[in-house]
């Protein structure tokens, strides 16, 4: 609060050097009530002017030194008293150019010694009283300069204590729920009324994500005020194409209502805006919502009967809220994912238990025929043909898995060279040809008459072909049709297999060839399979520079698979085999002795059982420790270790079977079941010549130990029987 101008006290500066003479000024201004300083030189008086400020300074012409006028320039040569008025009092008033200098400097008067005090008191109050006038005027701005910040300062701690509380509030209300459209809904009425007039969140159409606008806008007759409506679409193209705009940059676009009515015009209705129900819009602001440096949707803001405009404060808040609302939604997204995949595996873990499952019964049934007291031949065929059929089974299960986990991994590796289309299909159907005839179909398989070339890997060409056989045997009832037809558009080769099965529904075209994605599920499980045939297939085929896609018109119509290549241009023909060449009536030298290792009580004998029905000396050994002893006394030829030991694994014994000396030239085969690139360099580096994945086909094995007992040098690779390195001669 302003002091009262009757209670301030202003300065006068006295300055002479006579003594007497600041008697009689004291006597003269005394009764002005104000503070009366003295200075009797200059120098005096300038250290004053330094120390405070004054209303009026009285100042005596005559001095010696530093007289009256050279003090006055330095006073007025100082900003801050460079507007105090100054009294000149001189007994030589007649000296014109002195008194012309004097008002030069900024006198404001001249007064002849003896002075009157009446008029020296008077011309000193007028002074003095302008002075505290104009202090308290100044004081009275800076106190409405204080107040007015201080609103101005309120005001914006209140905005922003509001704009806290609602960025408050919305982050609790979209983190209240993982459910995507729920999100939406909120967020579209989280902006109306505190943000704009009309809302409209618009998502970015992707995967499991529809082109969805949620509207939210003020409505007095709705029952909390605000109405709401989600739209698929709307008519209002200028909206619409600002929207991508946005989507497409990235940022932020506003527009005036100058500008919105240019855009309305450039639709075509000529009428003020619409965003596209609630009130008339006369401001408008689209606002990115960006989550993982993509942009998954946008925020429309519309300004209207509040008359509000968006300046830069309500942006920020519109922009902090579209940066909190895209992190819930893309919260929401990657949880829906994440159900789904979940959903997926645990399907996934079912349909594998009840696959795998399945060949344990025959194959447990088989293996109570082979009892000691069956004597009947047709039985004993009957058991043998079920549990290796069985067995057949569950390897390709196994191997789908493989090949699943291999190409994810990007660790396959493909052969690419020119190949015959027919043999592709021959080999296909032949691989097929079992769960065709288990089901009675028919199968027509048309190729075009002139013989076509096809750019891709053989085996793996094959298994795609051969998959989507079995698929569409699979999903066709009984007694169904099956056509495999191929032709030539193009530089491509175009594959297409159609049956007259079950169909596929519109919605799971997207997902089918999604792994683990299965169209039907049924409690008795009669279709099979562990949804990773498709998405084989689509990964073996984009990997060999060609497309798939699936067709149908839905449930009951049947379905449609399309696989493209490229076409093999002028390429040499390449002969492929398909089969595995077998030794035929060898005999075996009666001398040559295999070590089987394996802490598999079960897997190690019934090994050893087939070795010894073709004439090798077999002995077992079930740890590491075990079998080093072994090798010591055996000296075997050749040795199948098991990677999977206790305490000391395959790779430990293996390298302490290399450092004896008498196993220089011993065959060493790792029996594993894993097959990655990795792992056969870890067999190859702990001394193994072969390395072969599990399961193991009998035949390959003896034809390995045969070849090496006949010849003792390299044996050919099968597809599971890698070898590792040059073996040296035997002595």
Not at 646 to 671: K, N, Y
Request: charge should be negative; proline fraction near 5%.
């Amino acid at each position: 609060m302003s002091t009262p101008l009757s209670q301030e006290r202003a300065g006068i500066l006295v300055v002479d050097d006579r003594p007497d003479k600041h008697v009689v000024y004291r006597a003269i201004l005394e009764e002005l009530g104000q503070d009366l300083v003295e200075a009797t030189s200059g120098e005096q008086a300038l250290k004053h002017v330094l120390h405070r400020d004054f209303a009026v300074i009285l100042l005596d012409v005559n001095m010696p030194g530093l007289d009256g006028l050279d003090t006055a320039a330095l006073i007025r040569g100082r900003k801050r008293s460079a507007h105090v008025p100054i009294i000149f009092v001189t007994a030589d008033y007649g000296d014109e150019i002195r008194t012309a200098r004097g008002y030069s400097l900024g006198a404001v008067d001249f007064m002849m010694s003896p002075i009157v005090p009446e008029v020296l008191r008077t011309k000193v109050k007028v002074f003095v009283d302008l002075y505290l006038l104009a202090r308290q005027a100044k004081r009275q701005a800076e106190e409405s300069a204080a107040l007015a910040a201080e609103r101005i300062a309120r005001d914006a701690a209140e905005r922003a204590s509001r704009q806290s509380a609602f960025l408050a509030d919305a982050s609790a209300a979209l983190s209240g729920s993982l459910i995507a459209s729920a999100t939406t809904r909120a967020l579209a009425r989280l902006a109306v009324p505190f943000l704009a007039d009309v809302s409209a969140l618009t998502l970015v159409e992707a995967e499991g994500v529809e082109p969805v606008t949620e509207l939210a806008w003020t409505d007095p007759e709705a029952p909390s005020g605000i109405a709401t409506e989600a739209l698929q679409t709307t008519a209002w193209l200028g909206w619409r194409h600002a929207v991508e705009r946005v989507i497409t940059s990235g940022k932020l676009e506003t527009f005036t209502p100058s500008h919105v009515l240019s855009i309305t015009a450039g639709a075509g209705s000529g009428s003020p805006m619409v965003l596209p129900r609630g009130p008339q819009i006369t401001a408008l602001a689209l606002v990115p919502l960006i989550a993982r440096a993509r942009t998954i949707g946008v925020l429309s803001l519309g300004m209207g009967p509040s008359e509000r405009t968006f300046d830069s404060e309500l942006l920020d808040v519109a922009t902090d809220l579209a940066g909190r609302a895209a992190i819930a939604l893309d919260n929401a997204f990657l949880y829906r994912t994440l159900h789904e995949q979940d959903r997926r595996k645990n399907e996934f873990l079912a349909m594998l238990s009840h696959e795998l499952r399945n060949p344990l019964a025959p194959i447990t049934n088989a293996a109570h025929m082979l009892q000691p007291n069956e004597t009947d031949p047709r039985r004993i065929t009957w058991a043998k043909e079920v549990i290796s059929r069985q067995v057949r089974q569950l390897a390709r299960l196994v191997d789908d898995l493989l090949d699943v986990s291999r190409i994810t991994q990007g660790k396959i590796e493909l052969k690419i060279e020119s190949i015959e289309v027919s043999e592709v299909v021959n080999a296909a159907v032949e691989t097929a040809r079992p769960m065709l005839d288990s089901q009675e179909h028919a199968l027509a398989v048309v190729l075009p008459a002139q013989p076509l070339r096809i750019k891709g890997d053989f085996t793996r060409l094959a298994q795609v072909l051969g998959n989507l056989l079995n698929n569409a045997a699979k999903y066709t009832d009984r007694n169904g049709r099956i056509e495999l037809t191929v032709g030539h558009e193009e530089s491509q080769i175009v594959f297409r297999v159609r049956d007259s099965g079950i169909g596929i529904p519109p919605d799971a075209l997207g997902t089918i060839f999604e792994l683990f994605a299965q169209v039907q599920q049924t409690l008795d499980r009669s279709r099979g399979g562990l949804g990773i045939g498709l998405t084989l297939v689509k990964r073996l085929v984009e990997m060999q520079g060609g497309t798939v896609a699936a067709h149908s018109e839905g449930y009951g119509c049947g379905s449609e698979f399309v696989v493209r290549l490229p076409e093999a241009i002028d390429a040499a023909p390449t002969k492929t085999s398909l089969t595995q060449s077998k030794p035929g009536g060898e005999s075996v030298d009666a001398s040559y002795r295999v070590l089987v290792v394996d802490d598999n009580v079960d897997a190690a004998e019934s090994m050893a059982m087939i070795l010894r029905l073709d004439g090798y000396v077999v002995q077992l050994a079930f740890d590491g420790e075990v079998a080093l002893d072994a090798v010591r006394n055996l000296a075997p030829d050749a040795i199948l270790l098991d990677i999977g030991l206790p305490r000391m694994d395959g790779f430990q014994v293996a390298e302490r079977i290399r450092a004896l000396p008498s196993c220089a030239s011993t065959l060493l085969v790792a029996i594993t079941g894993y097959g990655q690139p990795e792992d056969l360099e870890r067999s190859r580096r702990a001394g193994f010549d072969r390395h072969i994945v599990k399961p193991i086909d009998p035949s390959l094995l003896t034809q390995m130990l045969a070849e090496h007992c006949r010849s003792r040098t390299t044996v050919n690779s099968t597809e599971n029987v890698v070898p590792l390195r040059k073996r040296p001669a035997a002595n």
